[in-house]
């Protein structure tokens, strides 16, 4: 007779209650538990390996330097005047000019670009035309590492190409502060909102703001703490309280990098005298689709001296009337 190896509670004559968990039954579970904990080790590395690959990758995440020597197109040297930038630590910098050959324009506008795109790409080459066009003169500039210029950009390194070109309007040029409006698209916003910290300016003009860096990451990858892991802030959200000139924002409502949400959280930080544009475009296009809304838009707090009288929106903008601030 073979004894009885079964385990748990028994009755009174020695017998196993219900409910119990014999041999094959307890290596079932045994067997379920291991391959459970496999299962959690497993992806928990594929976890913290996804961790490990975008810290590495940041920089390229961030600033997308590859992209921004793809899409080219052939500058009009009718419209763009090529100028180089010094930079502090002795780099020069790319940058394009628009200005208006018979009068000069009432504002200028210090343009940073967005990530991963230069002055030789045809989509900013289109934005900065319709700022043109609209009576702006216009400075825009590739940061270190794009386009054709040298370098690896940092954040620091990117806050100090503003400031070249900043230096390069206000010294080298001569415009005033007072007519410098500090301008960016995406990451771009970012950077003026940062040159805005350090000087005078007329104003801070955003199109597809980010928050910050961090905030963006976190949205686009949500299961990473990448609030923790970015070494890039980019920090707009905390800085926008601290300014005190005017400041324009404009976001499409159907914007899949940046929600218009978040740009409306950011917008109710900003204590300076303000507007917010909503509008269409994406992302990459807010407040390009329609020139007369961008026009009035800018009008709020800089009124053009002139306009592009042979164009259209440069009549409409220069007609355009003001607007309260909301």
């Known amino acids: 007779m073979h004894p009885d190896l079964s385990i ?19 290596w079932f579970l045994l067997h379920v538990g291991r391959i459970a904990a ?17 810290w590495g990758s940041e920089s390229s995440l961030v600033f997308e330097t590859g992209l921004s020597r793809q899409f080219t197109a052939p500058l009009d040297r009718r ?9 502090p630590d002795g780099l020069m910098l790319e940058g394009v000019v628009l200005a208006h050959a018979d009068v000069a324009a009432s ?5 940073c670009p967005a990530a991963g795109t230069s002055v030789h790409g045809e989509r900013v080459q289109q934005q900065l035309h319709a700022l043109w ?10 940061y270190r590492g794009f386009g054709e210029n040298r370098g690896s950009p940092t954040e620091e390194g990117v806050y100090a190409d503003a400031a070249a070109a900043y230096s390069y309007l206000t010294r080298q040029r001569g415009v005033p502060a007072t007519r410098v409006i500090l301008a960016g698209r995406s990451l771009g916003s970012a950077v003026a909102v940062e040159l ?4 005078d300016a007329a104003g801070v003009l955003m199109f597809s703001a980010i928050d910050s860096v961090p905030r963006t990451a976190g949205r686009l990858f949500p299961y990473v703490p990448a609030a923790f892991l970015t070494r890039n802030r980019f920090d707009s959200c905390n800085k926008v309280p601290t300014l005190h000139i005017p400041i324009v924002m404009i976001h499409a409502v159907d914007d899949e990098l940046v929600p218009v949400s978040t740009a409306r959280t950011m917008f109710r930080e900003i204590r300076a005298p303000k507007k917010f544009v909503e509008t269409d475009g994406g992302h990459h296009d807010a407040g390009f689709t329609i020139a007369a809304k961008l026009g009035a838009a ?9 306009g592009n009288e042979k164009s ?6 220069r007609g355009a009337r003001r607007i309260p601030n909301s």
């Open 133 to 142: 066009d609209l009576g702006y003169d216009v400075l825009a500039f590739d």
């Open 196 to 199: 805005a910290t350090r000087v």
């Open 8 to 26: 748990g509670p028994r009755r009174a004559d020695g017998s196993p209650s219900a409910g119990i968990i014999g041999p094959p039954r307890l």
């Open 79 to 87: 419209i763009f005047e090529s100028v180089a930038l010094p930079a």
């Open 38 to 54: 496999a299962a959690l080790l497993f992806y928990a590395a594929v976890w913290l390996a996804a961790v490990v690959v975008l």
């Open 107 to 111: 504002y200028w506008i210090l343009f």
């Open 312 to 317: 259209p929106a440069g009549r409409e903008a």
């Open 298 to 306: 800018l009008a709020t707090f800089w009124p053009v001296g002139l």
